[in-house]
């Protein structure tokens, strides 16, 4: 088993390299959506990996996936891949059949709320969901939406009959549009009562689970060019890597690659990478900070040159800025935590962090 | 990037009974009045304390039972170790022995020193410290001067040993001593020695450290003899020993937990509604403290496996003290309440206490400048 994983890992990490370059990047920043990235990755299985097989996918195990995302990420896939990969299991698990090319998923924003009125045919969508990820080239928004009496639903959205009137993107060009759904009609195939594990924090932990094993790549493709660079790069007669300046900066930030990454371990631990919200809170925090500094200090070690066009670090770094402000920023899930511990007082501050989830609760 | 390891470690079933276990001793301990929670817990000297910890099976866990150990696993020790540490229970007399001393022995020391040493230990009776540091050898501990000249039946110690913590209550050092002339290779000619504090020729002199205590000392060796079964290893072993040592020493829960309790105290203060400055930084601390849980975790799994992870359990050392040393300077900042050392709020002590201790975070068992090198050349940057 742990062979196929490899095999899967490899494979999709050489299928990225294939078909992502500079040209594709860059064209990606321009708007454009690459087709044959996205018809590769699809031909290889790869939006379905989180969806049981007895349901028509690869059925991965947790640790495997949140790999896949994390290599993805690597290579700064321009592309919703993640977002389709959670929203397939998500609908998969809501009873619904694995949905065909990429799917977004919306509310992104946790003060964002999607209504739900059922009528004879079906049912009609009111609400804007804000920064949707390509919220307009994605085919289908996979959204939550709650009716009257406080039902949640998860809804099949061709983003066509949707209205984004305003070009948005977040600092790594990639479109974050804010998407109308007002009077959007929907056949009775099209929604379907949400799954249990969205009860207490809807979509929240499921888009962060993705964006902190997103971050996790997109570090150790920062470290990766970083410690190229210094072992290259020489000033004053020697390689910077001889500097114990340069040496003491990587350093600390091998630290923080290193505690984003067991932070974002945890979330391996349960089947869809989002159903433990406090590992999620305690991952999108942790990693969020770690993406500021590994980004800060392997630009500091590039010097001028990380800061052109010309060297990809930027591809890395401007998708970790934006990682970490997506699907609530640092503060949001401290606060959610820290008010969580001060509920229990100061004798339940370990036995929250420490005992198994079940005793936790959600976040 | 060469990617260190720290694979997801689930705790098995027997480690998290074991919790139950020492969650009920400690439970017991406190409900009956024999300690109250300490704010720097494996720096609090209590032998009293020990010797019911050793009854209660929790000194030398994972030795073989006939040194008087329990042959539990390196992750059931792990989990007593947090418990003591989350509790503030006051283990400083018996940690050195249980953490590093005892581990030490087990591995490289003769077969008298183990049936000597180790059931002493395990029964929470016999104490050690640390010989590594010297007055003009800190950091930089391969430039040790301390020599042990061979003599019939042993070796004469002569050299000083500094910042050793407890050399005035423990029953034993390890000292860390040049056994051959300092040559082009700094390293070698290094041997570690057991060597009993009551031994002739042994002077210890007190060093006040700044917030009052007294832990570290200075220890004078003249001619001081050691049998050679009291050698750890063989001759010209002692860096490679130090070194491995010190990955049991650099790894554990007390790396990031020596100021847990101030954050305990910190939660009580503030009470179940924060405000929104006091609930974001309360989580950010506990999303520190939890990650560097499963770094040090991980680590005890790869120990159980029995590898050395050296460069791995130096940096969640830096990892770690860089946030222990973090918590007092934001703790400050949450609540208007000034450190004192005898303000009647308990609080308020707590602060200038862990305040005052902070500065020994950072530089106990290697200095953040030396393990960033180690870390950096785990790299591959020299």
């Not at chain 1, 305690?282 to 900070?289: L, N, P, Y």
């Not at chain 2, 866990?61 to 003591?84: A, C, D, H, I």
């Not at chain 2, 001081?224 to 079964?229: H, K, L, S």
């Not at chain 2, 990650?291 to 050392?317: C, D, F, N, W, Y």
């Amino acid at each position: 088993m742990e062979d196929m994983s490899a095999i899967v890992l490899e494979q999709a990490d050489r299928l990225f390299a294939q078909h992502i370059d500079k040209k594709v990047l860059s064209a990606a920043d321009a708007g454009q959506w690459s087709d044959a990235l996205w018809s590769a990755m699809e031909d290889a299985g790869l939006p379905l990996a989180l969806v049981p097989e007895m349901k028509g996918g690869a059925g991965l195990a947790p640790d495997v996936a949140a790999n896949l995302i994390r290599r993805s990420a690597f290579h700064s896939v321009p592309l919703p891949l993640a977002e389709t990969m959670i929203a397939n299991a998500l609908w998969t698990d809501a009873g619904g059949e694995v949905i065909a090319g990429a799917v977004t998923l919306a509310p992104v924003n946790p003060h964002d709320r999607i209504t739900l009125a059922s009528n004879r045919t079906g049912a009609t969508l009111q609400g804007i969901a804000r920064h949707v990820a390509w919220g307009k080239q994605a085919p289908i928004a996979l959204v939550l939406a709650s009716d009257a009496n406080g039902n949640a639903f998860l809804c099949r959205v061709p983003t066509g009959k949707a209205r984004s009137n305003k070009t948005r993107r977040n600092v790594a060009y990639e479109p974050r549009e804010d998407v109308d759904f007002g009077g959007v009609q929907l056949a009775a195939s099209d929604f379907l009562p949400a799954p249990a594990c969205l009860d207490a924090d809807g979509l929240m932990p499921f888009g962060a689970a993705i964006r902190v094993q997103q971050m996790i790549g997109g570090m150790e493709r920062c470290m990766d060019y970083a410690l190229s660079y210094a072992n290259e790069r020489v000033q004053f007669g020697r390689p910077i890597a001889k500097f114990q300046a340069i040496q003491h900066m990587l350093a600390i930030a091998a630290g923080h690659f290193a505690a984003a990454s067991a932070a974002g371990d945890a979330l391996t631990e349960t089947p869809r990478l989002g159903d433990n919200a406090l590992a999620v809170a305690i991952a999108k925090s942790r990693c969020g900070e770690s993406a500021g500094q590994v980004a800060a200090l392997c630009h500091q070690v590039h010097g001028a040159m990380g800061f052109t066009q010309e060297h990809p670090l930027h591809y890395a770094t401007r998708r970790l800025w934006s990682w970490r402000d997506e699907w609530g920023a640092e503060p949001w899930w401290q606060e959610k935590i820290g008010r969580m511990i001060c509920e229990q007082g100061g004798d339940g501050f370990w036995p929250l962090l420490v005992d198994p989830p079940a005793t936790a609760g959600a976040a | 990037m060469h990617a260190f390891r720290f694979e997801s470690l689930t705790l098995p079933p027997e480690a998290e009974e074991m919790r139950r276990k020492v969650r009920a001793f400690l439970q017991e301990e406190r409900d009956t009045g024999r300690y109250a929670a300490h704010r720097t817990s494996w720096s609090t000297f209590d032998p009293e304390f020990s010797k019911r910890a050793a009854k209660a099976g929790f000194i030398g866990m994972t030795w073989p039972k006939q040194y008087g150990g329990g042959e539990y696993s390196n992750l059931q020790r792990f989990v007593v170790t947090e418990e003591m540490l989350a509790a503030g229970a006051p283990g400083g007399a018996h940690w050195i022995a249980d953490r590093q001393s005892g581990p030490q022995i087990l591995k490289h020391g003769s077969e008298r020193a183990r049936q000597l040493i180790l059931p002493k230990i395990a029964a929470g009776e016999c104490y050690f410290g640390i010989g590594m540091s010297e007055p003009d050898s800190g950091s930089d501990l391969a430039a040790a001067r301390t020599k042990a000249d061979k003599v019939e039946g042993g070796w004469v110690i002569n050299g000083t040993k500094i910042w050793t913590s407890n050399a005035h209550r423990v029953h034993y050092l390890i000292v860390l001593a040049r056994t051959e002339p300092l040559s082009e290779n700094r390293h070698a000619g290094l041997s570690q020695f057991i060597v009993d504090t009551s031994s002739e020729g042994i002077e210890i002199r007190p060093i006040m450290n700044l917030s009052g205590g007294h832990e570290f000392n200075e220890v004078f060796f003249k001619s001081c003899f050691v049998p050679d079964d009291m050698m750890i290893g063989k001759p010209g072993e002692g860096w490679t020993r130090v070194t491995g040592e010190l990955a049991f020493e650099r790894a554990g829960p007390d790396r990031f937990m020596s100021d847990i309790r101030l954050l305990v105290e910190l939660v009580d203060k503030i009470g179940r509604e924060p405000n929104e400055r006091q609930a974001v930084e309360i989580g950010r601390l506990a999303a520190h403290f939890a990650t560097l849980r499963r770094m040090s975790s991980s680590i005890a799994g790869l120990l159980e496996r029995g590898e050395s992870p050296v460069t791995e359990a130096a940096l969640v050392k830096d990892v770690g003290t860089a946030f222990e040393r973090e918590v007092p300077e934001m703790v400050r900042k949450l609540l208007p309440i000034e450190a004192s050392l005898d303000d009647d709020d308990e609080y308020s002590q707590a602060m200038a206490h862990v305040l005052l201790h902070a500065p020994s975070f950072t530089i106990r068992g290697g200095t953040p400048e030396i393990l960033r090198g180690m870390i950096a050349r785990g790299l591959g940057l020299r």
